[in-house]
């Protein structure tokens, strides 16, 4: 084995890149649980994000259109989740296992015209000096711009969280949508609200996973990113800075394993491959262990004025 | 007018369909284990299957399910094809071998036709396979003349004897065109999926790997490759990938040449012997002489007199002169597999669980 061909620079740079998807679902998903609503549809809504932006990206040459398209269709579809479990009061667990199986067919019916096909892809951003920085250039300012967008929408999202009126709204109606709504809160509206923003974070990972991270479009290409976006916000016990840690460390891990293997490590490759997923099982055994959630205390819980 | 014309061709249309239903042509059914838009193993099959088509007209109807399961799942879909009037069915992956041996005892009168797998446990099942090792020698002579860095890639996907027998292949012909080299094998443990195919190239080239060959289905490492930005390089797999030749600014792109599997050659003669009654249960394996395995267009990134000695080694493959595994050889822990000027048996191929001599690393079990 020679570890010293692993490149930590590198290792760090490929790390981002293969981490951005699942963390801007999670940040997505997290809001909406803080908000206290439970979606399950991220698997669907990220890739029908990945082929919604991979169409438009394709036809229009613009791979900016295509990430909006891609938050925007997602949204579309987090829609449909929110007209059924906030105004028709449905099961969320139920509609939100729904909601992949519809994005997941729904998406391979569209992206059939489109397999094979190359798409104009996100170009580096070019960050002047600080790209030319010896070691954190090439580790931490030579990437797209998505790579910032989603690290700047997590100091957004816990700011807002943690600062402002509308977090502070937010956090009220996932703890207590009784309470906020005595106090004169659209508890629906808030919540509508953040489940569209999280279709439109999911539709934005999966867009990034066509758009730059392959890039191409392929049936069920997310692969299980979505559930694993699902499982970072419990292991970040709804924290947005945690959300980072859980998603690059999952990232890493994936990217560690198929470096340690090109590096030659005696290492059994199967367990290698499922090392993120258990090493996701392990930390969620440990949170739950521990006792303390933080979980927003109305989660799942449906709402009506009436009740 | 318009009627009129539509009515005539309506009527035509219908003639000609009782026409093709009155000679009940011959329905030839695929199983693919991707999309067809994979551009690469799929698609080539399809291809085949299009040429299928091309060659008979009206006497052959062709039918096909895409993106099917290896597994209990394709058997369903085998029963299903069996029940609708497939008269011959190609399963095109490795791991369909069992199921479809458990459907062919249930349809004797169907023929069942394997692709890269060796069991034909009933007289209606066949097997079928390309010698693609053939093609990886060729391209192992590119990869050990061109790489820079002396480290050239294998994105495996199982170990199973056809895999193991390419990256042999790849690098034994490495070796001979530069003994310095050294091979980096990963196993992707899968055939289809391209977030990891191209995570598995973006690791081998951060630790250095210059030339990667894939042996996963589908374009995504030649795509990873394309963000070298001309340093490193790749070959189309399957298919010729001929879109990665040149990139959109017109720059040489990754791939500089490819191995093409042509399955329309046996398609077509299997088919022509089962509508002249002189089809019989066989296991086929042929490769470049009869032109199964083709080595697609090389480009200008490779130096002529490289591309000279590839298309040699193409030539006396295609002749018959040459077999890629001739001794001497020995495998992984030094002990002698051929000697001197011994050719490989098909049997020892088809069953290789071993690494040759000078490839480090285990074969994960």
């Known amino acids: ?307 | 007018m318009k009627r009129r014309t539509l009515l005539a061709s309506a009527a035509l249309a219908a003639s000609l369909g009782t026409a093709a239903f009155a000679q009940d042509p011959t329905k030839a059914c695929f199983v693919y284990v991707g999309p067809i838009g994979d551009g690469g193993w799929t698609y080539q099959h399809h291809q085949g299957a299009l040429a299928l088509k091309e060659e008979y007209g009206d006497a052959v109807e062709i039918a096909w399910q895409e993106s099917v399961p290896e597994g209990a799942d394709s058997e369903r879909v085998l029963t299903q094809m069996a029940l609708s009037g497939c008269d011959i069915i190609f399963t095109t992956s490795f791991g369909y071998m069992d199921p479809t041996n458990a459907v062919a005892a249930q349809f004797p009168d169907i023929k069942f036709e394997h692709a890269t797998g060796y069991k034909r446990e009933h007289p209606n099942v066949s097997t079928y396979n390309a010698r693609f090792y053939e093609g990886r020698a060729v391209v192992g002579h590119i990869a050990g003349k061109m790489t820079q860095t002396n480290k050239i890639g294998y994105i495996a996907s199982f170990p199973i004897p056809e895999v193991i027998m390419g990256i042999n292949s790849y690098f034994l012909h490495a070796q001979k065109a530069n003994p310095d080299v050294e091979l980096v094998v990963t196993w992707a443990y899968t055939w289809f999926d391209p977030a990891k195919e191209a995570d598995a190239a973006r690791a081998m080239l951060d630790q250095g790997v210059d030339v990667i060959t894939a042996h996963t289905d589908s374009t995504a490492p030649l795509a990873e490759i394309a963000k070298e930005g001309g340093s490193a390089w790749g070959f189309g797999q399957a298919s010729d990938m001929a879109a990665f030749m040149t990139n959109d600014d017109g720059t040489p792109g990754p791939r500089v040449a490819s191995i093409i599997d042509e399955w329309a050659p046996y398609y077509i003669k299997r088919v022509g012997q089962l509508m002249d009654g002189t089809y019989e249960q066989i296991d086929s394996w042929a490769g470049m002489p009869e032109g199964e395995v083709v080595i697609g267009e090389m480009t200008d990134a490779i130096p002529a007199d490289v591309q000279a000695e590839a298309q040699a080694m193409i030539d006396a493959i295609t002749a018959g002169e040459y077999h890629p595994f001739t001794g001497p050889i020995n495998r992984q822990d030094g002990s002698v597999w051929l000697a001197e000027g011994e050719v490989a048996d098909d049997g020892t191929l088809l069953g290789m669980d071993f690494y040759i001599e000078g490839i480090t690393g285990e074969i994960p079990n």
């Open chain 1, 1 to 307: 084995m020679d570890l010293t061909s692993i490149n930590p620079v590198l290792l760090i740079a490929s790390l981002m890149v293969s981490a951005t998807p699942i963390l801007l679902a999670a940040m997505g998903e997290m809001v909406v649980e803080k908000s206290g609503v439970l979606n399950l549809g991220v698997e669907g809504m990220m890739i029908t994000g990945a082929i919604t932006g991979f169409a438009i990206a394709v036809n229009t040459g613009s791979p900016a259109l295509g990430f909006i398209a891609a938050a925007a269709g997602a949204a579309m579809l987090a829609l449909a989740f929110g007209i059924l479990t906030q105004f028709l009061l449905s099961n969320q667990v139920a509609t939100g296992l729904g909601l992949t199986l519809v994005g997941l067919g729904l998406s391979s019916l569209i992206g059939k015209p489109y397999e094979g096909i190359k798409s104009p892809t996100l170009p580096r951003l070019d960050l002047g000096p600080l790209s030319d920085i010896p070691v954190l250039g090439r580790m931490l300012f030579s990437h797209d711009i998505m790579v910032y967008f989603s690290l700047a929408l997590v100091a957004a999202v816990w700011a807002v969280l943690k600062f402002t009126r509308a977090g502070l709204v937010l956090r009220a109606v996932g703890e207590s949508h009784d309470a906020a709504h005595a106090l004169g809160y659209k508890v629906v509206r808030v919540r509508l609200l953040a489940i569209l923003f999280g279709g439109a974070c999911a539709g934005l990972g999966g867009a990034y996973l066509s758009l730059v991270r392959v890039p191409q479009w392929t049936e069920g290409m997310t692969a299980g990113a979505g559930w694993i976006a699902l499982a970072i916000v419990v292991f970040a016990s709804w924290r947005a800075g945690r959300v980072l840690v859980g998603a690059y460390l999952f990232g890493g891990i994936t990217v560690l394993q198929l470096n340690l293997q090109a590096a030659g490590a005696q290492v059994p490759v199967a367990l290698l491959s499922a090392s993120p997923y258990l090493i996701t099982i392990l930390v969620l055994v440990i949170i739950s262990v521990r006792g303390v959630h933080g979980a927003p205390a109305s989660l799942g819980r449906p709402f009506h004025a009436s009740h």
